[in-house]
T-cell receptor, first 113, second 112 residues
Framework: AQSVTQLDSQVPVFEEAPVELRCNYS??????LFWYVQYPNQGLQLLLK??????LVKGINGFEAEFNKSQTSFHLRKPSVHISDTAEYCC???????????FGQGTRLTINP | AAGVIQSPRHLIKEKRETATLKCYPI?????VYWYQQGPGQDPQFLIS???????DKGSIPDRFSAQQFSDYHSELNMSSLELGDSALYFC???????????FGPGTRLLVL
């Protein structure tokens, strides 16, 4: 069965520092990859997605992610974080022609001043 | 831009009661998905509909049913509620191609 692993449940960083949130998936077929952000008491907002083409994708709020097929990873990065980036970040995978998204366990990003 | 609308946003029910959650997709989106997110857990897929027909089914309990109407809105009906049904229920919608799902704000259900 396909699965998504977010290795870090919590990531504390200082404001203006760079951050990388890790996501690995297991699938032997083609995948679509997504990062969503969930602010407290709010829904899931799409940050960025990889469907095909360039493996480096840019999203909103200065985030980017790189699809690495050989390492089955889709890590999320931002060169300089802001207090407002404090949220839960969810990596999700859509397998082949399937309908559902399979989510990782989420990573709580905490920005310290 | 218009987003996915869910109602109600909060709902409190007693055990064994029923609940109906509603989802209004983004205009011109024809596919809706339902997910359940328990406390401290990742969202779990329940069910999806494309053009008013069930298109995929996940871990949805038999006590739950859902449908999509002619205007593409969807309703999730939950009966014989249990304490363990307390969760955040998300609806998402997608348009042509159905690659990307856009989520609503969720309905927080509390079963007492």
């Amino acid at each position: 069965a396909q699965s998504v692993t977010q290795l870090d449940s919590q990531v504390p960083v200082f404001e203006e520092a760079p951050v990388e949130l890790r996501c690995n998936y297991s699938s032997s077929v083609s995948v679509y990859l997504f990062w969503y952000v969930q602010y407290p008491n709010q829904g899931l907002q799409l940050l960025l997605k990889y469907l095909s083409g360039s493996t480096l994708v840019k999203g909103i709020n200065g985030f980017e992610a790189e699809f690495n097929k050989s390492q089955t990873s889709f890590h999320l990065r931002k060169p300089s974080v802001h207090i407002s980036d404090t949220a839960e970040y969810c990596c999700a995978v859509k397998i082949g022609g399937g309908q559902k998204l399979v989510f990782g366990q989420g990573t709580r990003l905490t920005i310290n001043p | 831009a218009a987003g996915v609308i869910q109602s109600p946003r909060h709902l409190i029910k007693e055990k064994r009661e029923t609940a109906t959650l509603k989802c209004y997709p983004i205009p011109r989106h024809d596919t809706v998905y339902w997910y359940q997110q328990g406390p401290g857990q990742d969202p779990q897929f329940l069910i999806s509909f494309y053009e008013k027909m069930q298109s995929d089914k996940g871990s949805i309990p038999d006590r739950f049913s859902a449908q999509q109407f002619s205007d593409y809105h969807s309703e999730l009906n939950m009966s014989s509620l249990e304490l363990g049904d307390s969760a955040l229920y998300f609806c998402a919608s997608s348009g042509r191609g159905r690659e990307t799902q856009y989520f609503g704000p969720g309905t927080r259900l509390l079963v007492l």
